[in-house]
């Protein structure tokens, strides 16, 4: 890994948490590392983002202390705060395993988009911060990617510095059993839920049109406008509409002047709608169901 951090000239060095070699390691897999992300775009709106920051930072640290008595490796990575915890689940023999193998679950897994694992330390990031984490970081077991102190990050030029070193100690974080055991029952009530509604209000018409898709298009918003653009909008409007380029592009384009309006859109939307229109094959709309488990900050407010 030396040599390769060497000839990369320590630019964009990251380590996946969750390495494994071959598929059939996936299913050994068990959660073993937490990890966090604070970013600087979460205060942008703040007069002091870095002291609002820093609270955040605070806050996380002292709940994470008080349910698993973890003390983590924090790093300032440029534009914000990653956090690493080392953590175990043990059986009551001691053992580590995985969350697989716990028959309690069982049930939970055909609502999931994701294993166990993935979902796991999705759902321990957004309980030590109480939701106030990157919204659009989702670590899973494939793309666990954590920075390595004193490489740069190239996007802001700035070396990955060590602002708490980890205490050594991989912590029992069984305490976080019953909390995820409830986020599941949840997110299965919600799943269920979706399926009803769409069952029932059939959001696929004859005429080609998803309702709640259309309400969006009348509808400008303040955040979530590149994941709006990539997942639903284009493949909605080109694929199932079947538009033109030239018509998608100036229904996209007056929308994202709305956005705008109501909340400064920080890229350059004409020229990124080209970039996916040329990238847009013949995918479809995000469902319901799948944007609840993917993006869920912009399902709620969908809902609303």
């Given at each position: 890994?030396?040599?390769?951090?060497?000839?990369?000239?320590?630019?964009?060095?990251?380590?996946?948490?969750?390495?494994?070699?071959?598929?059939?390691?996936?299913?050994?897999?068990?959660?073993?590392?937490?990890?966090?992300?604070?970013?600087?775009?979460?205060?942008?709106?703040?007069?002091?983002?870095?002291?609002?920051?820093?609270?955040?930072?605070?806050?996380?640290?002292?709940?994470?202390?008080?349910?698993?008595?973890?003390?983590?490796?924090?790093?300032?990575?440029?534009?914000?705060?990653?956090?690493?915890?080392?953590?175990?689940?043990?059986?009551?023999?001691?053992?580590?395993?995985?969350?697989?193998?716990?028959?309690?679950?069982?049930?939970?897994?055909?609502?999931?988009?994701?294993?166990?694992?993935?979902?796991?330390?999705?759902?321990?990031?957004?309980?030590?911060?109480?939701?106030?984490?990157?919204?659009?970081?989702?670590?899973?077991?494939?793309?666990?990617?954590?920075?390595?102190?004193?490489?740069?990050?190239?996007?802001?030029?700035?070396?990955?510095?060590?602002?708490?070193?980890?205490?050594?100690?991989?912590?029992?974080?069984?305490?976080?059993?019953?909390?995820?055991?409830?986020?599941?029952?949840?997110?299965?009530?919600?799943?269920?839920?979706?399926?009803?509604?769409?069952?029932?209000?059939?959001?696929?018409?004859?005429?080609?049109?998803?309702?709640?898709?259309?309400?969006?298009?009348?509808?400008?918003?303040?955040?979530?406008?590149?994941?709006?653009?990539?997942?639903?909008?284009?493949?909605?409007?080109?694929?199932?509409?079947?538009?033109?380029?030239?018509?998608?592009?100036?229904?996209?384009?007056?929308?994202?002047?709305?956005?705008?309006?109501?909340?400064?859109?920080k890229w350059r939307y004409p020229q990124r709608i080209k970039e996916q229109l040329r990238k847009g094959k013949g995918y479809l709309p995000i469902s319901l169901e799948n944007l609840?488990?993917?993006?869920?900050?912009?399902?709620?407010?969908?809902?609303?």
């Open positions: 890994m030396m040599n390769y951090f060497k000839q990369a000239n320590s630019r964009d060095c990251r380590i996946n948490g969750y390495p494994f070699h071959h598929e059939n390691e996936r299913m050994n897999l068990y959660p073993s590392f937490i990890f966090i992300d604070l970013d600087l775009s979460l205060c942008s709106s703040c007069k002091y983002p870095i002291r609002k920051l820093d609270y955040i930072l605070k806050q996380t640290l002292k709940k994470i202390k008080k349910e698993i008595d973890g003390h983590p490796t924090v790093l300032w990575t440029g534009s914000g705060y990653h956090i690493y915890q080392p953590i175990k689940i043990i059986t009551k023999d001691n053992e580590k395993q995985s969350l697989e193998n716990f028959s309690e679950f069982n049930e939970f897994i055909p609502f999931l988009r994701n294993d166990l694992t993935t979902e796991f330390i999705r759902f321990a990031s957004k309980y030590f911060t109480n939701n106030k984490g990157d919204p659009k970081h989702n670590p899973s077991i494939y793309s666990c990617l954590i920075r390595i102190p004193e490489s740069i990050n190239s996007k802001y030029n700035e070396k990955v510095k060590i602002i708490q070193e980890w205490d050594g100690i991989e912590v029992i974080a069984t305490a976080l059993v019953l909390p995820f055991m409830d986020h599941l029952i949840q997110l299965k009530i919600e799943v269920e839920e979706v399926k009803k509604r769409e069952v029932k209000s059939s959001f696929l018409k004859d005429n080609k049109k998803i309702l709640w898709i259309e309400k969006l298009l009348d509808t400008p918003i303040e955040d979530h406008r590149y994941f709006c653009l990539w997942h639903i909008l284009i493949p909605y409007l080109k694929n199932i509409k079947r538009l033109s380029e030239n018509e998608v592009f100036s229904i996209l384009v007056e929308w994202l002047d709305r956005c705008d309006r109501l909340n400064k859109v609840m488990k993917e993006n869920y900050e912009l399902y709620k407010l969908l809902q609303d």
